[in-house]
């Protein structure tokens, strides 16, 4: 059989599938993502996960031609490197990936930022079939982009689709990247985190944390974010809000730009808040829009945890056919 590997290497899981030829998913296996010994543990479980997921197909590693992997970040995909990835930590260097994991399998590896990974599988299989120009915004640790413009990944001189670093507040929030008032730093988990800390610290009244340890975690998960609206918890309702009016505002002003058929709202945090987050980033795009219909544009990824890996996969079966 021929079979492919797709890696979606996140700042918190690592999401391995093993995909056929016609994209159907024959395994999966997924591992939260070592947050101690940088870069040399994060890819030995990288190696891990995938002898995990060829064992649970009962698969030896010769079945695989290619491994996709997408990584968040700047990344150079032609050379295989990520050059850094300020939510992952101790990736502040450049990281050979494709050379390392190359040597691991012994077969070519094809890395991709991860949210252009997620966007060719929302455009070949998801939200996005059928439609020529899409904008994804994918709400994880981070926010990241991906941009499909007349069905082809548009990646400018190699870092289009960073709308987590788009202005949206002048001088606001401090945001990862060093500057000030980007997307992410109000609708990323790692500033939503920081953020509800801050606010606990002074005082505020909250059920975050007391879930966050009931859970046996040690950060605010995409779980923990959900349960604590679910219980209406101020701070929590109050905090998504606010992300979800950052997002409608930057898918707003770029549908504008670029006239998108379909803005695709992703990743960890947008896929488990699901729909109540969907409504709330339309009706925060409604008053930026040129055009107001277009909010019906905006609507969740299809693929939910399996979109980074599966387009992943993808782009390294595409690379391979073009040797
Ligand atoms: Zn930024």
Redesign the pocket.
């Known amino acids: 059989m021929n079979l492919r590997v797709g890696v979606d290497l996140g700042a918190t899981k690592i999401q391995t599938l093993l995909v056929a030829d016609d994209d159907s998913i024959v395994a999966r296996k997924r591992r939260a993502t070592p947050v101690m010994g940088g870069p040399d543990a994060v890819l030995a479980a990288v190696q891990e996960t995938i002898e995990q997921l060829l064992a649970r197909a009962d698969q030896p590693a010769s079945a695989i031609s290619t491994i996709g992997i997408g990584a968040p970040g700047q990344i150079d995909a032609a050379a295989g490197v990520v050059l850094q990835a300020v939510n992952v930590a101790g990736w502040d260097q450049p990281v050979p990936v494709a050379e390392i994991v190359g040597e691991m399998f012994g077969v070519p590896v094809a890395l991709t930022n991860d949210v252009q990974a997620s966007m060719v599988a929302e455009h070949r299989l998801g939200a996005g079939r059928g439609r020529a120009n899409l904008l994804g915004i994918f709400c994880g640790t981070g926010v990241g982009g991906g941009l499909i413009l007349n069905h082809e990944l548009w990646v400018g001189a190699g870092a289009a689709g960073e709308i987590?670093?788009t202005v949206i507040v002048q001088d606001g929030n401090q945001?990862?990247?060093g500057?000030r008032g980007?997307l992410?730093?109000y609708a990323g988990r790692g500033a939503l985190e920081q953020i509800a800390r801050d606010h606990h610290a002074a005082g505020h009244k909250t059920a975050l944390f007391a879930l966050m340890e009931e859970q046996g975690r040690s950060r605010l998960t995409s779980r923990v974010w959900l349960d604590a609206c679910l219980q209406r918890d101020e701070l929590a309702l109050e905090l998504i809000a606010q992300a979800a009016r950052a997002v409608g505002t930057a898918a707003g002003s770029a549908a504008n730009l670029l006239d998108v058929d379909c803005v695709v709202i992703g990743g960890g945090l947008a896929t488990r808040l699901g729909d109540h987050f969907l409504n709330d980033v339309r009706i925060a795009a409604q008053p930026v829009l040129l055009r107001s219909d277009v909010a019906n544009r905006i609507v969740l990824s299809e693929l939910g945890d399996d979109c980074g890996a599966l387009g992943a996969a993808r782009i390294a079966g595409d690379r391979l056919a073009q040797r």
């Open positions: 987590g670093h945001c990862g990247c500057r980007c992410e730093a």
